[in-house]
């Protein structure tokens, strides 16, 4: 007969070991994933202003082949009478798949654009007088917390937009 002792070896790991690893394991897992997820929206919200960044340049470089078009007038991608250059501007937005709208301030279902020229001398133009202020407006709730965006932003779309506003000066 055989009897027990105290310091007899122990061959492999209990199962309270292994449910204390899977536990931590997990913990990391589900880190790592939020982590992915942050990335992902960051990613996703530098690639928008990257585009609105482009659009707004590239209706500068229009503006400046045809300045009297621009000059002293003000318009958006929602007015009726805009230039043909502002047009085919818009259309091409369009047609690279930025849609022109904001949306609703959950971001379901849009990504850029709205477009607005001001090349007047009122008082909403930011620009030094003689200049013209270049705005691209997009819905990047997407890439913020949701809390965030609707705690920052108002309800009006334009309000729940994030916004590229650069100035340039045109050629009287």
């Known amino acids: 007969m055989r009897i027990h002792t105290r310091n007899a070896r122990q061959y492999g790991f209990t199962l309270l070991e292994v449910l204390v690893t899977v536990i931590i394991m997990t913990i990391g897992m589900l880190g790592v994933a939020g982590l992915q997820l942050a990335s992902m929206r960051s990613n996703h919200s530098a690639y928008l202003r990257t585009q609105a960044t482009i659009a707004a340049y590239s209706l500068i470089d229009r503006m400046r082949a045809d300045p009297a078009e621009f000059n002293g007038k003000r318009f958006n991608t929602t007015s009726g009478d805009t230039p043909?250059?502002?047009?085919?501007?818009?259309?091409?937005?369009?047609?690279?798949?930025?849609?022109?709208?904001?949306?609703?301030?959950?971001?379901?279902?849009?990504?850029?654009?709205?477009?607005?020229?001001?090349?007047?001398?009122?008082?909403?133009?930011?620009?030094?007088?003689?200049?013209?202020?270049?705005?691209?407006?997009?819905?990047?709730?997407?890439?913020?917390?949701?809390?965030?965006?609707?705690?920052?932003?108002?309800?009006?779309?334009?309000?729940?937009?994030?916004?590229?506003?650069?100035?340039?000066?045109?050629?009287?």
Do not use: P
């Open 84 to 172: 043909q250059s502002f047009q085919n501007w818009v259309y091409d937005l369009e047609r690279i798949g930025l849609q022109d709208n904001i949306g609703d301030a959950q971001g379901e279902d849009s990504d850029i654009v709205i477009g607005e020229v001001n090349c007047s001398d009122d008082d909403e133009n930011i620009c030094l007088e003689g200049n013209c202020q270049i705005i691209v407006r997009w819905n990047d709730s997407r890439g913020e917390a949701i809390e965030l965006a609707e705690g920052a932003r108002g309800s009006d779309k334009t309000e729940s937009a994030a916004e590229f506003s650069v100035c340039t000066r045109i050629a009287q």
